[in-house]
């Protein structure tokens, strides 16, 4: 994250006084994947890939430098079953939440971009920004699915539960092909780092279970200790470490985009 925003800013340094800039909005959707890396999927592997998509509008400052606005949504997932730790896989737990964001972010083209032209008619770009989002984990228990912040399976209090309206960081990279003037396309690869490790209704302890069925009820202690479903002694003691909390959640999307673009060129004056 440190380099991409020292690469940035140094292309900041290096284009802000360009002599020729193309300036102007556009306007893109774009449709991809979004995948969940968190305390349900340690190794980092890529096994649950949802859909996603999402919509946004870019000012150009010129043809290294621009602004982007986009919303965005993308199923996210996942499981201890396909863990190969044994504790996680013992543990047998399992979210799923559909994901809507807003977020912003500052771009930083590495070759002069202009539209339409035969020359300067791609460019790999990375960006930063941050972004807002809301979540909702959900399960399925004896077929019905139950939304799992109101549970407090960690043992949470009355109204002191994690909110479902958090932030992040974003970075990553992608590149971009004009086709025309006015018509482009993109790929771009995004990453969410957040600042809740909720994400998956995972970071702490397993709580004690008599107060949490006295607060939240029998549903909320079968999710919040799910072991008992694989095993004859479940691992859920109290106290004992349910996910690692030093480490928060993260989730990506990638896509491909198709872009409108609605700005206008701006040329040297020209000197006699």
């Known amino acids: 994250m440190k380099n991409i925003i020292l690469l940035i800013t140094l292309g900041i340094l290096i284009t802000y006084s360009s002599v020729s800039a193309q300036k102007g909005w556009e306007a893109g959707a774009w449709l991809g994947a979004s995948h969940y890396f968190g305390d349900l999927n340690t190794d980092n592997e890529i096994n649950a ?5 999402g919509v946004f509008g ?11 606005l986009g919303a965005n949504a993308g199923k996210i997932s996942g499981s201890d079953e396909n863990s190969e730790n044994n504790f996680e896989i013992q543990r047998n737990l399992n979210f799923s939440s559909t994901i809507v964001d807003v977020a912003t972010q500052f771009e930083f083209n590495f070759l002069p971009y202009d539209h339409g032209s035969k020359k300067n008619f791609f460019s790999p770009y990375l960006f930063a920004g941050f972004n807002v989002f809301y979540y909702n984990p959900q399960t399925e228990f004896e077929g019905q699915v139950y939304d799992l912040r109101p549970l407090g399976t960690e043992g949470q209090f009355i109204a002191e539960e994690y909110t479902t309206l958090d932030g992040g960081l974003v970075y990553g990279g992608g590149i971009k092909f004009s086709l025309n003037y006015i018509w482009s396309i993109e790929v771009e690869l995004s990453s969410r780092r957040l600042f809740t490790d909720y994400l998956d209704d995972v970071s ?6 008599d107060d949490l069925e006295d607060l939240r009820g029998e549903i909320a202690v079968s999710l919040s200790d799910r072991s008992g479903e694989l095993i004859d002694v479940p691992i859920g003691q109290t ?19 198709l872009v409108y673009y609605f700005g206008s060129i701006n040329c040297p004056a020209i000197s006699y």
């Open 204 to 209: 702490k302890t397993y709580p004690e279970y």
């Open 49 to 53: 890939l949802g859909a996603a998509g």
């Open 239 to 257: 106290g004992r470490q349910r996910g690692n909390s030093k480490n928060n959640d993260y989730y990506a999307m990638l896509g491909v985009s």
């Open 58 to 68: 870019r000012y150009n400052l010129n043809n290294r430098l621009a602004l982007k």
